[in-house]
């Protein structure tokens, strides 16, 4: 793919264009599935488990149907398809029929004219249980004698890769460390719970309005389950109200879609936070044990990893996540002997599923503790070592896969090292603290994020634009692909570089997303690829635009072909707009993928990366050990950057949302019921909390990105967890090798004491 237009030449692209959806969202006028009502709506509530762990020997709702105001009570009877969804693995049932799993286990839907109502003959339900014994230490549910939660077994996936001969390195190398990470469960806690309406067409198919992040997968798990068509299925997901991998599974869209053909009239589901809490999905929990060895200049020699993640009671995306986390275990570093070992394992856990950063954060973290022990065994400075070991273009990846396209290890890691908070350091740990028993410090940290779903997963994105006369006579153009907006502005890239590729104004430009009915499948709004993605199939449907105005051109302008060689583009669409034209241009567009495949591990190796560090001040309480951070410094490498703002957002949502894992945020669960079910007690960070943040692009170009631009979502909250963590380190002493570092463990790690 080529970019015709040098970037200094760029009209929109690279510009800081205000959000398209900004009007919208800031006075209110903008529906979120919660705020959509119909005529004659009934409301749904669900029926969760009563343990986490039982066998359901009958379900009885003859009591609930007889509640006032009741309409129907569905069962696992009523699910007329494969009872069963999951975007890797279908293994989790729309409603149970023989076996609970988990808290948030779905047994029956309650429909009735009132929320309260409904609610009300849920108590009536009775459901008879054999419970279980419970499986909630990974480590122990792989042991042969573990009660199983699924048949088949609790390892869902086992991923081996080894390259090299590590126990030669290890044998060579001048130091070795070892350590074990416990990180923890974090919740996606978006402000928007699940929620949403199912609408039927009385003639047999529905309309189902829920927000989420891949609405043609939805209508695929929809068509599946109740067995109807996927062309009776339309899937409205967008406009999101934040996600964050948290709704790209099912969460309600099957149950809205029975509901609403069930009972012929629209159908609303909206869960309350508490029920959010306990049936979402989380972060994969996970223990990571590394073992590395270096030389006496610090270049990596040995590197051998086993990692347990746990993905709780179904397989939902547990399978990839491993898979990206071992990828991730490697940072951005050159290593020739490697060992690695993942486990995804099944327990009575709730359910883990996609989350920003997609197992990289808990890698990222691990590794970059490794890097550090090692620069503070070898008398070496942390930046320096891992320049020794950064990947350069040209060089054979961990995975054996060779780095053909844009490196950006060096650009982010230098730029790093500049900026005040790095370079200034020693003066800033210095300065008299805000109290005499407070201590400060600073932590780098550096990361690279695979984006795209990888090899061997099909990865595609395709966009359609339509000329039509707007209702002020001028040219529109009108942008469809239903990769959704889920708060990431990907509305306003899109409109930016379609803007580019037609040769209009950005005003001029309607984007709709996240609406099978609006536009092709572009694929998931997951795995940063929704730039990269969208921009490069507007990009070509721009390109096929672009060549039927000029074939058209002679006929619209009355003129000779020479003649309208030399018109503008938009003078072209005036013409035709003008005659009643109205035309359509679609594009497609596949990702590239590596020439080197893992055998049997899927998903492997990534070839677009993103590139960040991230630089972290903070002050320790030393007489009770919290934390505060007081400034932060991002360093990014998204390649061309198409929005300054937009960029500039993420960066600093992202920075607080890894601060939230790395000082606060776990969801506690014991024998399988959840203890932190509201933000009462699972506590998120606010805008008090949230530091003085500097961002820098290093801006690159992205042979294969569209005007070189790659993907940054998810890379902007990884190594902020791990600089703040290392900064801990340098304060106190104390290695905080069990995140979140909260007040108890910073106090108790061993660096901070009473008075200390």
């Not at 669900?46 to 509640?67: G, M």
């Not at 590794?367 to 320096?384: I, K, S, Y």
Request: include cysteine; proline fraction near 6%; aromatic fraction near 6%.
């Amino acid at each position: 793919m080529s970019t015709t237009s040098a970037p200094d030449k760029l009209r929109w692209v690279g510009k800081p264009v205000p959000r398209v959806d900004a009007v919208g969202k800031v006075t209110g006028a903008t529906k979120y599935m919660g705020d959509l009502t119909f005529p004659g709506m009934l409301w749904g509530r669900v029926l969760r488990a009563a343990h986490p762990h039982a066998l359901i020997k009958s379900i009885d709702t003859s009591k609930a149907e007889k509640v006032p105001g009741v309409v129907r009570v569905l069962t696992h009877k009523d699910v007329k398809g494969l009872n069963g969804y999951g975007i890797a693995v279908p293994d989790q049932p729309v409603l149970c029929h023989d076996k609970v799993r988990y808290m948030g286990d779905a047994v029956a839907l309650v429909i009735a004219e009132t929320r309260e109502e409904a609610a009300a003959a849920l108590d009536k339900i009775e459901v008879v249980y054999e419970p279980l014994p419970v499986v909630d230490d990974p480590e122990r549910a792989m042991l042969p004698d573990s009660p199983l939660v699924h048949e088949g077994g609790n390892i869902h996936l086992h991923t081996h890769i080894e390259r090299g001969d590590v126990e030669a390195g290890f044998a060579a190398s001048a130091v070795i460390v070892e350590n074990t990470y416990r990180l923890p469960r974090q919740m996606h806690a978006f402000l928007e719970p699940e929620q949403g309406v199912g609408v039927s067409d009385g003639n047999g198919g529905v309309t189902v309005y829920c927000g989420a992040q891949h609405p043609y997968r939805d209508q695929m798990q929809i068509s599946r389950a109740l067995g109807i068509k996927p062309s009776r299925i339309r899937v409205v997901a967008s406009p999101v109200g934040g996600a964050f991998g948290g709704k790209d599974e099912i969460t309600l869209q099957i149950l809205l879609a029975m509901g609403a053909l069930a009972t012929g009239r629209p159908v609303k589901i909206v869960l309350s936070r508490e029920e959010s809490v306990v049936a979402g999905w989380k972060r994969h929990p996970m223990v990571i044990h590394m073992r590395t060895g270096a030389a006496a200049d610090g270049r990596i020699l040995a590197h051998q990893v086993r990692l347990v993640s746990d993905t709780g009671a179904y397989a939902s995306l547990g399978g990839p996540v491993t898979n990206l986390a071992l990828e991730g275990c490697t940072g951005v570093y050159r290593m020739e002997n490697i060992l690695m070992d993942g486990y995804c394992v099944y327990t009575n856990n709730g359910v883990a599923g996609a989350f920003r950063g997609f197992g990289q954060l808990q890698a990222n973290y691990a590794m970059e503790h490794q890097m550090d022990l090692l620069a503070e065994a070898l008398g070496m400075d942390p930046v320096a070592i891992r320049r020794v070991n950064a990947l350069r273009g040209g060089d054979v990846n961990p995975l054996g896969h060779t780095m053909v396209e844009n490196v950006g290890a060096l650009s982010v890691l230098d730029a790093a090292e500049r900026c005040d908070l790095w370079a200034r350091r020693h003066e800033l740990e210095a300065e008299p603290p805000s109290e005499p028993w407070k201590r400060r410090a600073v932590g780098l940290a550096v990361e690279m994020q695979g984006t795209g779903l990888g090899v061997g997963l099909p990865d595609y994105g395709a966009a359609k634009i339509d000329l039509v006369r707007g209702p002020d006579g001028r040219p529109r153009w009108r942008v469809g692909l239903s990769c959704p907006e889920i708060g990431q502005g990907n509305s306003t890239t899109y409109a930016q570089m379609a803007a580019e590729g037609l040769e209009c104004d950005v005003g001029d430009v309607e984007v709709y997303v996240g609406d099978t009915s609006a536009g092709p499948d572009s694929g998931s709004c997951t795995a940063s690829r929704s730039v990269y993605t969208g921009g490069n199939a507007i990009f070509h449907a721009a390109t096929a635009m672009r060549e039927l105005l000029r074939k058209k051109a002679p006929a619209v302008l009355g003129c000779t072909e020479e003649e309208a060689a030399q018109a503008e583009l938009s003078e072209i669409a005036r013409a035709a707009v003008a005659k009643g034209i109205t035309l359509s241009a679609d594009g497609a567009f596949i990702w590239p993928e590596s020439k080197y495949k893992l055998q049997g591990v899927f998903g492997l190796p990534h070839i677009i990366n993103t590139y960040i560090a991230h630089v972290a001040l903070v002050e320790v309480d030393v007489l009770t050990g919290q934390v505060e951070v007081l400034r932060s410094f991002a360093a990014i490498d998204c390649g061309k950057v198409v929005n300054p703002q937009g960029v500039q957002g993420q960066s600093e949502g992202g920075m607080v949302m890894g601060m939230g894992y790395a000082l606060m945020e776990d969801t506690l669960i014991q024998g399988g019921h959840t203890l932190t079910k509201n933000f009462s007690t699972y506590i998120i960070p606010t805008s008090l909390d949230a530091p003085l943040m500097e961002t820098v692009t290093c801006e690159s170009f992205e042979p294969t990105g569209p005007w070189g631009a790659k993907g940054v979502g998810e890379a902007v909250m990884v190594p902020i967890a791990p600089a703040i963590a290392l900064a801990i380190r340098r304060a106190t002493g104390a290695l905080m090798d069990h995140a979140p570092s909260t007040s108890e463990r910073v106090f108790t790690k061993g660096g901070v004491r009473l008075g200390g």
